[in-house]
């Protein structure tokens, strides 16, 4: 029977993780919430507490940080799915609901993931995930799974998007202290792939703050693109036999993440740092073709003239600072 457990974990921000945790008690199908408190200073484990019988409470002994709390809560899960929510995020009341029917028509999957709806700290709207293949539920075979994360085909998205069978998580080795709130959830994601197939509901089940707390912000463009390589670097070796003649070479994928973040940067007006990120990359036609391909997928097919457009704009701007660089 499909039992699902909501996960929440939390340090600090108790009016955040009410949100959170209201959101999971109101799902429209109940299932067992677990709030795992990081060793809080502030009135969470009171708040928790009051609550009773409603909430599995777990508080850690000491601070071990947001990944190995991530394990800590599925090892109490009595589900054999869990649902994620960091503290700052929340769900729509028909989140699970929607979830479980989709499973249900696939028992082999081992992964799901739903649409999220990106809000400032005032819950106003901000923008939308792009929706994932065709009609309301799309899902993909196991074998198919890596390749299309390889070239970013298939984004699970972040934790409040996505939920994943039990038994496949604690196969998997569970998430990695040492990425610690910078990729853990993705590579969490490439390990669970690992064991069945995968899932996206393309419905807006979920709701992702975006404010200058959140713990990604934490991290230099620099890290996050050190992290991204890793990342792609674990998943190469498990694409399947099957794709093996259309999968680019590492070196190229790892130029286009350069010149990926090296456009972030550029946008951001770090131009040091966009130039040390991007070149050589931004000379590698591979590198350029990969990012193109990229950003046409997140778009509509409508809209692929303007990609074109503005990659073609950032690469000349990337050229003429780092020609300019190389003059003065």
């Known amino acids: ?36 408190d990081d060793c809080s200073t502030d009135s969470t484990e009171a708040y928790v507490t009051s609550l009773g019988d409603r909430v599995v409470y777990r508080r850690n002994a000491t601070n071990i940080g947001h ?22 995020d929340y769900l729509d009341p028909n989140c699970i609901a929607e979830m479980k029917r989709a499973i249900a028509m696939r028992p082999q999957a081992v992964i799901c993931s739903c649409q999220a709806i990106q809000v400032d700290e005032n819950e106003v709207e901000l923008s939308r995930t792009r929706q994932t293949g065709p009609g309301k539920f799309f899902y993909i075979p196991q074998e198919d799974v890596h390749y299309g994360m390889l070239l970013e085909k298939v984004p699970f998205g972040t934790p409040v998007q ?40 393309n419905r807006y089940l979920s709701y992702r703050t975006i404010w200058q707390g959140a713990q990604n912000r934490k991290f230099s463009l620099q890290t996050r693109l050190d992290t991204n390589i890793l ?43 966009a130039l040390r990120m991007a070149m050589p990359a931004a000379l590698s036609p591979a590198a350029w073709s990969i990012l193109v391909r990229a950003l046409t997928a997140r778009k509509q097919p409508s809209e692929a003239k303007e990609v074109r457009k503005l990659v073609l704009t950032e690469f000349e701007s990337v050229a003429s600072s780092y020609t300019a660089s190389s003059t003065s």
């Open 1 to 36: 029977m499909l039992k699902f457990t909501v996960v929440i974990t939390t340090y600090d921000r108790v009016s955040l993780l009410k949100r959170a945790v209201e959101s999971a008690l109101s799902q429209t199908i109940p299932c067992e919430v677990v709030v795992v």
């Open 67 to 88: 990944s190995a709390s991530i394990n800590a809560g599925v090892k109490v899960a009595r589900g054999n799915w869990i649902k994620l929510i960091d503290d700052d």
């Open 162 to 201: 996505v939920a994943f069978r039990r038994d496949a998580f604690l196969k998997s080795g569970g998430w990695d202290s040492s990425l610690d709130a910078n990729c853990d959830d993705i590579d969490s994601w490439i390990k669970i792939a690992q064991f069945g197939d995968a899932i996206f509901i």
């Open 231 to 273: 990342m792609k670097q674990k998943i190469y070796p498990l694409v399947s036999p099957k794709h093996q003649a259309n999968v680019p070479p590492l070196k190229a994928i790892q130029n286009y993440l350069k010149l990926h973040w090296g456009l972030v940067a550029l946008k951001q007006k770090k131009l040091l740092v």
